[in-house]
């Protein structure tokens, strides 16, 4: 068998943990070694009979070959810790990944990468957010990487997307698993020109336990995070946690003081992460080359959108009432003053001149 | 001795003639009734005879048979009790044969001798005027139902000896006047003047009603939507005379008429559980009844927790909403019953029902897909426009302003009814919700601006062919309340708020 081939069997190998197996390695040094070692020097390393069972019977090389070459047939690439490809960076990490699955490729780790990372369930301040950094970061140069969840996540690499930049994503389940469905197209454009990576294998479901662990990774491959939106308790802060014991630069984006979906960010720049409100914020603390980009404040230049439309008194008035939170459209019509025909015209137009989102049904926004 | 009396049942919505021959003759006593009868028209010989004992009239034993004809006809119900009675006093040689020539009678007995009301008068006394019979005789308490029917005089009687003694002529009754109360002002309880704020909601109210769209509301709990749709028929222009006769009969079928009301003179509203089953939404039953989509006609359907309802009771209100009426068909025939009616729906946006306040909102996105995957497109097919409802904040609810009142909205619907009307015709149809897509362009009449506004939306929206004629057709509406002949780019982009398409999109919370 080949070398990578004791090390897909050694990453897949059930009964023993992360851990055991990064000590098994340490006392063995190669897996190849551990495949041809005897069941006695194994037994040590094993606290139930069962789970050494589980481990010494999975050494079949009929069956590794066969879940090897269906991998490649999926086109995921194997990379184990000491191919050449394994990023650099999870070598800094205490707790680094023995293998990796990967479609697409790994980030240059010359340049510089942040993760974009806050609540699945966002508001759309949150996710406008997410995808205004992600796609102005990922414009000045700045690799984005994140855990293409629902809410925030999938937003950020939506943004890189739309910038044409690179953005990893890390999942928390096996890598030919497409979770949530909802973002299968991100799945399918981040193969294609970015990354998808994951620890686990082919078919493995998501769960919770997955998660923290794939945060690490995300931490890990990142010099900053930013945390767009969360809550007070949320699973963002595993990989604020882990970022911070990995020495890692923290940037929230602040939000509202009553709004209970931004008190984690508000938290989190109390306690010292870095304000974030320009995206040459970040790239001024990660010292990154480029520093000219769009501007946060020039997002909402209602100005701008009157000027370059001609627009009709009634829609100026009504476009001066959108914001980026959605309104119902009984409040707008109670804002503007003006007869609710009129707004409703007005805001039909605005949106299919681009100036305005409709959220849900007769919900309205000011569109970014 | 043979005799014949008249008599009517129902078929469906509809009367059907029923002849009732008796004959009495000698050999051994006994009473035999013959004629496709259910149970409780062969109950009737016990209760005719006692009646008939109890009021006085000798019957000496004898070898009665009773015939009701046609004999391919299911005979049902207690109508049969006093012509089954006229009969056989008639064939005793008490009342002249020639005095039940052009009668016809209904009513069931009590023991005593007493005419006990029954349902479903109406539709039978209209057939029989146009039969061309002069006269019936029915139960005083079914008076004032039948005496709307013109051309045919109308005796009620409270016995049995008052039909003798009125057919053998010792003393006569009168006829009933017509009973239509000329005093008559609709008045409802409810009022659109006693909903506050809710602008946008009212507004699509009113378009719905002035083209007859199809509405569903969208909203969280306690927000409105029932208040609104139970006071949707308020708007609605008054009943006309055949419109009334037509939902009368309706009523009489299913005995839910008020008997101090002849007519129905209001359109109905008719909300029913979502725990209905299709027959009795449909209509349905071994002899079928009208099911709530009849009970709604020309009025309102509201289904509540539209999403609660069984996907294939919705699926089944398809052919009905289509052609106004729903035929049912049985082993004895088919049935058709008429259901022109407004459909209203509401439903909660997510299962908690807050969602897009986030604030409030507890439902996850996954929760949120789950419940709205439950909106089938035969749902959303049924609907033609759709408007959000949020809560009203304390100072909408208990502000000063006054509100529009039922009347003067009423007003402006009755006059998009006519022009509609005057325009439609020669297409066959009466309302804008129901202009095919081939005269769409017609009846528009769009110039060079609304074209390209059109294409811009139909861009914009990524629409399909049904979405963009329902988007046009209530831009039609919104032009016929606006007075103007074409529709224009206004009328179009209003519109646009009442689609139904996307509903809801990704990240929408707030």
């Known amino acids: 068998m080949d070398r990578e081939l004791y090390w897909y069997w050694f990453q897949e190998a059930p009964g023993a943990s992360r851990a055991t197996k990064l000590r098994m390695i340490d006392y063995f040094s190669s897996p190849e070694i551990i495949y041809y070692a005897l069941e006695e020097e194994l037994k040590p390393f094993f606290n139930k009979t069962l789970y050494f069972n589980n481990f010494i019977n999975s050494r079949n090389e009929a069956k590794i070959l066969q879940n090897y070459n269906q991998l490649l047939e999926k086109g995921i690439r194997f990379i184990h810790m000491e191919a050449e490809d394994y990023p650099e960076r999870f070598r800094m990490i205490p707790d680094p990944p023995l293998a990796l699955y990967l479609k697409g490729e790994f980030p240059d780790p010359q340049e510089v990468a942040i993760a974009i990372i806050g609540a699945r369930e966002c508001t759309r301040y949150g996710s406008e957010m997410a995808r205004f950094f992600g796609r102005e970061l990922g414009r000045a140069g700045v690799r984005i990487i994140s855990g293409l969840a629902r809410g925030i996540d999938g937003m950020a690499h939506e943004g890189a997307l739309e910038a044409n930049a690179y953005t990893m994503g890390v999942l928390g389940c096996g890598i030919d698993i497409v979770y949530p469905e909802e973002n299968y197209h991100l799945f399918m454009q981040m193969e294609k020109c970015g990354g998808i990576i994951s620890e686990s294998g082919l078919g493995i479901k998501p769960h919770a336990g997955l998660f923290p662990q794939r945060n690490r990774l995300i931490s890990g491959l990142s010099d900053g995070i930013l945390v767009v939106e969360a809550m007070e308790k949320s699973g963002t802060f595993i990989t604020v946690d882990q970022g911070l014991e990995q020495g890692k630069e923290i940037f929230a984006l602040p939000g509202r003081n009553i709004d209970i979906k931004s008190r984690g960010c508000n938290n989190l720049i109390k306690m010292g992460a870095h304000i974030v409100t320009e995206v040459s914020d970040i790239l001024e603390i990660l010292h990154s080359k480029n520093v000219n980009t769009v501007k946060v404040s020039e997002l909402t230049d209602v100005e701008k959108f009157v000027q370059k439309n001609l627009l009709a008194p009634n829609e100026k008035i009504v476009y001066s009432c959108l914001r980026v939170e959605p309104q119902y459209v009984d409040e707008i019509i109670c804002k503007a003053q003006i007869a609710p025909q009129e707004v409703c015209m007005a805001l039909n137009h605005l949106t299919v001149m681009g100036g305005a989102v409709e959220t849900m049904r007769n919900y309205y926004a000011l569109k970014l | ?510």
Do not use: W
């Not at chain 2, 009442?498 to 919370?509: C, E, I, P, S």
């Open chain 2, 1 to 510: 001795m043979y005799s014949r009396v008249l008599s009517g049942t129902l078929h469906g919505v509809e009367g059907r003639l029923i002849t009732v021959e008796a004959d009495v003759s000698e050999g051994l006593p006994m009473f035999n009734m013959v004629g496709f009868l259910a149970s409780e028209v062969r109950e009737a010989s016990d209760r005719v005879r006692t009646a008939l004992k109890n009021s006085g009239y000798q019957i000496p034993p004898k070898r009665i048979t009773i015939n009701l004809s046609p004999a391919d006809v299911r005979k049902e119900g207690s109508v049969f009790d006093l012509p089954i009675s006229i009969a056989l006093l008639a064939a005793y040689g008490y009342i002249p044969a020639q005095e039940l020539e052009d009668v016809l009678m209904i009513g069931e007995l009590s023991l005593n001798g007493d005419v006990r009301g029954v349902r479903g008068i109406l539709p039978i006394v209209d057939f029989a005027r146009k039969m061309n019979i002069k006269k019936v005789i029915l139960p005083y308490d079914n008076r004032k139902e039948a005496s709307v029917v013109p051309e045919v005089k109308i005796y009620s009687a409270k016995n049995l000896s008052q039909v003798v003694n009125h057919l053998t002529g010792s003393k006569e009754m009168m006829p009933v006047d017509m009973y239509v109360r000329d005093d008559f002002v609709e008045k409802f309880s409810d009022d659109f003047s006693e909903i506050k704020g809710q602008v946008i909601m009212k507004r699509a109210a009113e378009i719905a009603v002035a083209g007859m769209h199809n509405l569903l509301f969208l909203g969280p709990p306690g927000a409105g939507k029932s208040m609104v749709a139970k006071r949707i028929p308020t708007i609605m222009p008054e009943l006309s005379y055949e419109e009334s006769i037509e939902l009368t009969k309706i009523y009489s079928v299913n005995g839910m008429l008020d008997p101090d009301e002849g007519l129905v003179r209001r359109r109905p509203f008719r909300s029913p559980h979502h725990s209905i089953t299709a027959n009795a939404l449909i209509g349905g039953g071994q002899i079928p009844k009208p099911g709530e989509i009849s009970l709604a006609h020309y009025g309102v359907l509201f289904l509540d927790e539209l999403l609660e309802f069984q996907k294939n009771t919705i699926e089944m209100m398809r052919q009905p909403i289509e052609d106004g009426c729903v035929t049912i068909s049985r082993l004895q025939g088919s049935y058709t019953f008429p259901c022109d009616f407004m459909l209203l729906a509401a439903m909660n946006p997510c299962p908690c029902g807050y969602y897009p306040d986030l604030s409030k909102c507890r439902c996850t996105s996954p929760q949120r897909e789950r419940y709205l995957r439950k909106l089938s497109e035969p749902m959303l097919d049924r609907m033609d426009m759709s408007v959000s409802v949020q809560k009203l904040n304390y100072e909408e609810l208990y502000g000063e302003q006054v509100e529009e009142s039922s009347d003067t909205i009423r007003q402006r619907i009755i006059m998009a009814h006519a022009v509609q009307k005057r325009r439609l015709q020669p297409f066959g149809i009466q309302y804008n919700s129901q202009i095919p897509s081939k005269a769409l362009d017609a009846i528009c009449d769009l110039r060079e601006e609304e074209i390209n506004l059109r294409r811009d939306i139909f861009q914009k929206y990524n629409l399909t062919a049904r979405g963009a004629l329902k988007i046009m057709r209530v831009a039609r509406t919104i032009a016929d309340l606006d007075c103007s002949d074409c529709v224009k780019s206004n009328h179009i982009l209003e519109a646009l708020s009442y689609r139904m398409t996307d509903l809801f999109q990704k990240g929408g919370g707030y």
